[in-house]
Every structure is written in structure tokens, then in C-alpha cells.
């Protein structure tokens, strides 16, 4: 293995050549079989046999490159047969981090939740209302940022999805949606609140719930 690892171009010429040697040789002790002539064992023609020898091997050599060459170059230019770019991307993932920071106008007031933990956020004014639930136990906590302000900072969760001018909810948290086109009122576990979607959310939220319901499957 050390060997064929420190191989090179120049030990590659260096065993071809041997290999013209040989056959060179070979051609002049069989000259003896082959011919008559009183003369086969002789200088001039072990030098005629080895000249050949290497001359044919050399134009040999060249036809097998160039033969190499042309068939890589018809192969890359077939219909069909393009690696580079029929070669599947490698899959990428964005994956949104579990917590998430929310900045607010006063650092002071910055915070984080998390995203899986939302059931929904409420306007309340200049402040939110953010419900959560945890090993089965809500917490409702007051934030002092528009609910506008919040939605611009969850773009990476599109699960967390604004379904009303006063609510933003979790997709993934929905147990339960009655109503119709007109609009939908949303259920989750563990409280009786319940999220209205507006007429004007209804086709997106319907787009991303039933995402979200493929990829659970």
C-alpha cells in the first residue's frame, strides 16, 4: 500500500520503458524461429527490434490516450449526462431555534419564550398577552410590544401565524377550528379561550394548517 500511495509519473515511465525492453528482446530471439537469415543474431538487428519495439509502443500509448481523452469529452456532452448539475443538492435544513428573542423599543423589556410553549400572543393595547402552557400549566404574561412588532420577528416561525388584528396563535396547537370561509374560531387544550380567525386570514392560515398537518403525518 506504501508503495502504490508514493507511485509516480516518472516510475510509470520508467516501467513502460522496461516493458518496451522486454518486448524489444523477444522480438530478437524470435527472429531466429521466425526468419532465415543467416545474420538474425546480430547488433543491427537487436537494435532494429528494440527501435520498433518502443516506436510502436509509444504510437500505441498516444492512440490510447487520445482515445481516453475523446471518449471523457463525448460522454460529458451527451444529452442527459450532466453530473454537475443532475448531482441532487444537498438537502438543507433551516431550522428555527426553540427559544425565541423578541426585541422591544426599551431593552429593558426585551425577553424570550418559547416558540413550541405559544398558544397565542393578544393585543392589549401598547402591550401583548402572551399564553402559554408548559407540562400542562398556562401562564399568561404581559409584554410591552405591539403585536405588529412581534409578528415582524417571527417570520421564522411560520407556524406562529397572525390570524386576526388582535391575535397571533400556534398552528401547532390547534385542537379544534369551527366555523366557515366567513372565518374560524380556534380551539386549544387546556383552557376554554378560544382565538378568532378573520375572513381576511382565513386562505393563509388554511395553507399553512394544512402544511402543517402533512408534515405531522
Avoid at 481523452?69 to 443538492?89: L, Q, R, W
Wanted: charged letters at 20%.
Amino acid at each position: 500500500m506504501h508503495q502504490i500511495n508514493n507511485w509516480t509519473l516518472k516510475e510509470e515511465f520508467f516501467h513502460v520503458a522496461v516493458v518496451f525492453l522486454i518486448i524489444g528482446l523477444s522480438g530478437f530471439l524470435l527472429r531466429s524461429v521466425i526468419y532465415t537469415n543467416p545474420d538474425n543474431i546480430s547488433w543491427r538487428y537487436l537494435w532494429e527490434e528494440i527501435r520498433n519495439s518502443y516506436l510502436a509502443g509509444t504510437i500505441f500509448c498516444f492512440y490510447l490516450i487520445f482515445t481516453k481523452f475523446y471518449v471523457n469529452s463525448t460522454i460529458d456532452k451527451s444529452p442527459g449526462y450532466h453530473p454537475a448539475e443532475n448531482a441532487p443538492e444537498p438537502v438543507k435544513e433551516y431550522l428555527a431555534p426553540p427559544s425565541v428573542f423578541i426585541k422591544a423599543h426599551v431593552r429593558v423589556d426585551d425577553f424570550y419564550f418559547k416558540a413550541n410553549d405559544l398558544l397565542f400572543a393578544k393585543a392589549e393595547g401598547n402591550y401583548i398577552s402572551l399564553m402559554t402552557i408548559k407540562d400542562g400549566f398556562l401562564k399568561t404574561e404581559l409584554k410591552r410590544i405591539s403585536l405588529k412588532q412581534l409578528e415582524i420577528q417571527l417570520t421564522a416561525y411560520p407556524y406562529l401565524l397572525r390570524c386576526h388584528r388582535s391575535y397571533i396563535l400556534n398552528i401547532q396547537r390547534v385542537v379544534k377550528l369551527s366555523g366557515n370561509s366567513q372565518g374560524y374560531l380556534i380551539s386549544f387544550n387546556n383552557t376554554e379561550d378560544k382565538v378568532p380567525v378573520s375572513r381576511a386570514y382565513v386562505n393563509v392560515f388554511d395553507q399553512v394548517y394544512q402544511q402543517e398537518a402533512h408534515a405531522a403525518c
